[in-house]
């Protein structure tokens, strides 16, 4: 059974209003607690349960005293096929080295395993670095937060049930219990919206969304998350400070490199409603991001990949929205289309290639996700382009992604959707669908599974010009998001 429940009522206390994430008073518990303290076991009384000192201990001013947990029993059914499933989990050097930090049960090893060499490395960003370990930032904050670390074993059990479908059942209760884990924290008071942990948590559950198939995600789902976070990185981009933790930076690029995805694979009747408009919140946040990239190594060269994913959200925003342009639209995205060649002509015409790969990479990213921009301005700024009219954007950005430096290197779906649908050239559309099918191997992503049938089906019924044209029909893609 999937989950439904707890997922609405998790879109319930994540609605996202305003400026505020948490729009919901907290609520009391409505039934007597078996667990609360002392105090109120004594009198027979509700306890709302928040250790060290619960609310009527608070209040009347009394000491709270708790009694000595009991150890929570494993259920059956789990231990079993962990037992069946797992023999050799406890000698896996990863899980010594986490000790009892993931839980006791060997299967919980395995998925927290699971996260950390299967998810966490396909967590895409849109720059690279030599000294900053994404991974190591992304435990690390988890060590204060059983919540976040029931949101990172439901992720890797998502990849252990892809790996093995005995893992399935398992699996879709480890997603029930970070949900409800999430739930209780926000609708109880205990998030205030601004913690690095719940700032991770919103991300990591929308990039599961965005691969999760057995809970029932989708990227339109994963909206609430996106918008979730949009809240929390506005509240924190806009303060005054400029210096930024290197977690916060991570978090706020990943947010950045999924904006266009979101939009693109979102359906069309809650876009506007689930995600924020990428033209107001750049208009506002471009002068901190440019500040954000002057303390990198590259700052030229980051700046400009930052300016590549604006354009790109901006692009996918207008082609599901307001194609086609109006006059006044059709200014504004020709000031985006010379921006755009102008980034690309200067990407192009400096050599890379004494730079250290983690800046190749940023640049061979921020080159085909402008290719990818220039194709869509080109049919919204001039309705009658062809596809054989963009086969040279089409062949270099083939040439971009082919770089022995990129080969294991994650490119966004959006991108490489685009690329495949402008494409004619059969051999082009083999490689495309190759690296889309690599994405699915690497991080299990259903939507480029998706991606992949979709374009399938489209070169089996049309020809010529057709596939690139139904990219700019928004019923279509509707179909994709589902």
């Known amino acids: 059974m999937r989950p439904k429940n707890e997922y609405k009522e998790f879109q319930l206390v994540l609605r996202v209003k305003n400026d505020k994430i948490i729009t919901r008073k907290p609520i009391r518990l409505t039934k007597r607690s078996s667990t609360g303290c002392l105090n109120c076991k004594r009198k027979k009384i509700k306890c709302d349960e928040t250790k060290d000192e619960c609310k009527r201990c608070l209040r009347s001013g009394m000491s709270c005293v708790w009694g000595p947990e009991k150890a929570k029993a494993v259920p059956k059914p789990e231990a079993q096929n962990g037992q069946d499933l797992v023999p050799h989990v406890q000698n896996l050097p990863l899980i010594r080295s986490l000790g009892s930090q993931v839980g006791e049960a060997p299967l919980d090893a395995m998925f927290f395993a699971f996260f950390t060499n299967g998810f966490l490395p396909t967590i895409a960003k849109p720059h690279f670095y030599e000294k900053l370990s994404s991974q190591g930032l992304l435990l690390s904050a988890a060590d204060n937060s059983a919540a976040l670390r029931e949101i990172y074993i439901a992720c890797g059990a998502s990849l252990a049930a892809r790996e093995d479908v005995r893992c399935k059942d398992v699996a879709q209760r480890r997603y029930k219990k970070a949900l409800e884990s999430f739930v209780k924290l ?5 998030v205030n919206g601004y913690e690095d942990w719940f700032f991770v948590a919103v991300q990591v559950l ?67 409603a689930l995600i924020p408009n990428p033209f107001d919140f750049f208009a506002h946040a471009n002068s901190k991001l440019n500040e954000m990239s002057l303390v990198d190594g590259s700052p030229q060269t980051s700046r400009m990949s930052m300016q590549a994913f604006q354009i790109a959200a901006k692009c996918s925003w207008s082609c599901r929205l307001h194609y086609p342009l109006s006059a006044a639209d059709q200014r504004l995205h020709w000031e985006m289309f010379s921006l755009a060649e102008t980034l690309l002509f200067s990407l192009d015409s400096t050599n890379y290639d004494n730079n250290t790969v983690q800046v190749q990479n940023t640049v061979y990213i921020a080159k085909v996700v402008l ?13 009658g382009t062809r596809a054989a009219d963009l086969q040279d954007i089409v062949k270099a950005a083939v040439n971009d992604i082919s770089q022995p430096c990129n080969e294991k290197v994650i490119f966004p779906i959006w991108a490489l ?26 991080s299990k992503s259903q939507i ?18 057709e596939p690139f044209e139904l990219l700019f029909n928004s019923d279509v893609l509707d179909e994709v998001c589902r």
């Open 206 to 272: 929308q990039t599961l969304c965005l691969r999760d198939s057995f809970s029932g995600s989708n990227a339109t789902r994963c909206a609430a998350h996106f918008n979730a976070a949009y809240k929390v990185i506005a509240h924190r981009l806009f303060a005054e400070r400029c210096v930024r933790s290197p977690l916060e930076k991570m978090m706020i690029e990943n947010f950045i490199f999924n904006y266009s995805i979101t939009i693109f694979y979102c359906e069309k009747a809650q876009i506007e």
């Open 371 to 383: 290719r990818a921009s220039i194709i869509l301005l080109r049919k919204m700024l001039f309705p």
């Open 417 to 442: 959707m685009i690329g495949a649908s402008a494409s004619l050239d059969a051999s082009c559309r083999r490689f495309f669908v190759r690296r889309l099918e690599c994405l699915f191997s690497w």
């Open 448 to 465: 480029a599974k998706q991606v992949v049938i979709h374009l399938e089906g489209l070169w089996e019924l049309y020809k010529n010009d």
């Open 186 to 190: 926000m609708k109880h008071g205990r």
